[in-house]
């Protein structure tokens, strides 16, 4: 499966647009989001901020892998994957790991602005655990773009991956706190896995260890999403 992944990883880093784009947006919105309007003057609202909008370019290089399967589909890659010894849990799981490569540049990309641009100031130790813990905690979002991509057309695969995005951003609170939701808004917002996600950062700012809930939380969509992915290869090997 090593070999699998190496070659999914250089086929991914081919796309050098993507990577500039995918990677460049987050840190764009993020610097707009907390210098327009006054927000500057507000330093604990840069380092929520920060941690939302790397979670949120997490999510969005995490589940755009799920358009490259959906065309790969189309082409003919899948068909020939399948003449291989490679099951459908082991070929989900690869395809996860070498996404996960488009995952850490946005993420590195978005704290270097906070600290960089907006001077958020944190421990060393806060640094390096916000980028493993938003860079391994985005696996969950990976298995549900490839999901997508293994069950939709590439259209479709876009269409859906777009409207999660923006749902997981809104509800689950990556853009703005969910204090400021309605109540009953708020309280759906803090069962999705993108609340789940932002909270491990969060909790990492705040100098303290996840909360329980959260981390349970991320953990069962962690395998409903791997469910889904795994389910949606097989029956995509029965219409291919």
């Not at 993020?30 to 941690?51: H, Q």
């Not at 949120?56 to 358009?67: D, E, F, K």
């Amino acid at each position: 499966m090593f070999a699998y992944i190496v070659l999914e990883i250089r086929r991914t880093l081919r796309d050098t647009a993507f990577l500039v784009l995918g990677t460049g947006m987050p840190v764009l919105m993020y610097l707009l989001f907390t210098n327009l309007g006054g927000a500057a003057d507000y330093g604990d609202w840069k380092a929520a901020s920060m941690v939302g909008m790397a979670a949120y370019g997490a999510l969005v290089s995490a589940m755009s892998i799920g358009t490259g399967i959906a065309s790969d589909k189309s082409l003919g890659w899948l068909r020939q994957l399948r003449v291989t010894p490679l099951g459908p849990g082991r070929a989900v799981v690869g395809r996860a790991v070498s996404g996960a490569v488009t995952v850490l540049p946005t993420v590195v990309a978005v704290l270097l602005a906070g600290a960089l641009v907006n001077g958020v100031r944190l421990a060393v130790w806060q640094w390096v655990f916000l980028v493993l813990l938003l860079w391994t905690g985005a696996l969950p979002f990976s298995l549900l773009g490839i999901g997508n991509g293994y069950r939709l057309t590439p259209q479709g695969t876009g269409v859906v991956n777009m409207a999660c995005l923006m749902g997981f951003a809104i509800i689950g609170g990556l853009w703005f706190p969910l204090e400021a939701f309605p109540g009953w808004l708020g309280s759906i917002g803090e069962f999705t896995p993108a609340y789940g996600f932002a909270e491990l950062g969060r909790s990492v700012v705040a100098e303290q260890l996840p909360a329980a809930g959260p981390v349970a939380m991320l953990g069962t969509w962690l395998l409903v999403f791997g469910a889904y992915a795994v389910t949606s290869y097989r029956r995509s090997a029965r219409t291919v």
